[in-house]
């Protein structure tokens, strides 16, 4: 009996050892061996049928210069419904703006007309698009097919030295602030500006810190210089932001993308950093030839979006380099991926602000699927490239909203 026994068991054994070492592979190779257009096609759904949230696309900048209904196909620009639709898009961080050259004043007059344009939107077309000023928001919208519109605010001049007007913003729907662009402001240094007023945060910043912390405004740290970022993460209470930054590794030099340091400081107080799409921050070479594309622009007072821009930008593309590609862009991903982990990264593509910079296979928000296929190709699985999409941003937005909701309990107690 005994030895029957013995010789069932090596007969176990043998088959477990045949599933383990015969079948599982099969069953990854049979995940390798899918064919491109297979990955296309779980790359499609994918997109389809998860929340895509991109958080930063200044379509209302590119709406004020050239006016197009927002609802069907545009002539101009990276962002309509119809290519978001295309593009499996849910969710777009509607920026307001703000030139560094603008006085309070003005910039308060551009949010107003921002608000006023989003709000627009919204009650001509309810059966399309919604505001969104939480998460929940975000969710139910989906749920109900609508398109989301949170509001957000780039530079923080129009809020002077007044931080009565960050309740406006937030009764408004301004859901985060980067706190400066590419000049140094009241708040803040900015990393395009070499005058470094504050190193770092003003006396200002730091009480607006607190402040958005208390109003569950989320703390946007692209644009600002290294100091600036090393003393927001340290006078947060919550985690902050990188709404379109990217990483230096890769355009060793340039500040206005994040240090590996910075990247894991941020994820380190549960942030998150989303990833440029914009090609001169992806890649050293695009980012010298766009440089000198958009000295010509500002010499020579040309609109980067008017015919003659396009068009010298397009004789200029000839013989330069001006394009990055979605395999570039996932190597920004991957790089986030190894420095912080899967759930610190997302994508905020500056569309509608990059001029004639976009990737050449993501030209506009209809592209999302091509970044989908090319983190498939690599193995990501579905449930990881949902964070990417949404998941990891609106765990931060939650978290900032949860902060101040525990800030407001402590003071009723
Ligand atoms: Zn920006």
Redesign the pocket.
């Known amino acids: 009996m005994k030895t029957v026994k013995f010789i069932k068991r090596i007969t176990l054994i043998n088959i477990i050892t045949i599933l383990l070492f015969v079948i599982l592979p099969s069953c990854i190779s049979k995940v390798k061996e899918k064919t491109d257009e297979e990955l296309k096609e779980m790359a499609l759904k994918i997109c389809e049928n998860n929340i895509i949230l991109d958080s930063?696309i200044d379509w209302p900048e590119k709406y004020l210069f050239f006016p197009e209904d927002i609802s069907g196909k545009t002539l101009k620009g990276d962002f309509d419904l119809v290519r978001a639709k295309k593009g499996g898009l849910n969710v777009a961080l509607s920026v307001a703006?703000i030139n560094s050259n603008y006085e309070v004043d003005e910039g308060r007059i551009l949010v107003d007309s921002v608000i006023k344009l989003v709000a627009g939107f919204t009650k001509t077309y309810p059966d399309k698009f919604a505001i969104a000023k939480n998460p929940d928001n975000i969710k139910k919208n989906f749920t109900n097919n609508l398109f989301s519109l949170p509001l957000c605010l780039?530079n923080g001049t129009p809020i002077g030295d007044d931080l009565g007007y960050l309740k406006y913003l937030k009764r408004q729907g301004i859901v985060y602030i980067?706190l400066n662009?590419d000049k140094a402001n009241q708040i803040s240094d900015s990393n395009f500006d070499k005058n470094r007023k504050w190193h770092g945060l003003s006396p200002f910043g730091l009480e607006m810190i607190k402040e958005m912390n208390n109003l569950g405004i989320m703390i946007d740290i692209?644009?600002s210089t290294d100091s600036t970022v090393f003393q927001s993460l340290r006078y947060s209470i919550a985690p902050i932001v990188a709404t379109?930054s990217s990483c230096r590794y890769f355009t060793p030099g340039l500040e206005r993308n994040l240090s590996d340091t910075l990247i894991k400081a941020i994820a380190d107080k549960n942030g998150i950093v989303m990833v440029n799409l914009c090609s001169m921050f992806l890649d050293s070479i695009c980012m010298k030839n766009c440089s000198y594309l958009l000295d010509w622009y500002r010499s020579n007072k040309i609109n980067m979006d008017s015919e003659e821009g396009i068009e010298f930008a397009r004789k200029y593309e000839e013989t330069h380099t001006i394009k990055s590609n979605s395999k570039q862009v996932v190597d920004h991903i991957e790089h986030i991926i190894q420095i912080a982990g899967i759930d610190y990264v997302g994508i905020g593509s500056?569309y509608d602000?990059m001029g004639p910079s976009q990737p050449i296979d993501l030209p506009d928000v209809s592209s999302y699927p091509t970044i989908v296929f090319e983190l498939l190709k690599r193995g990501y699985t579905e449930e990881n490239i949902k964070k990417i999409l949404s998941d990891n941003f609106l765990r931060v937005w939650n978290k900032v909203i949860e902060i101040a909701d525990s800030l407001h309990k402590d003071l009723a107690n």
């Open positions: 930063h703006y780039e980067t662009h692209s644009h379109h500056d602000g």
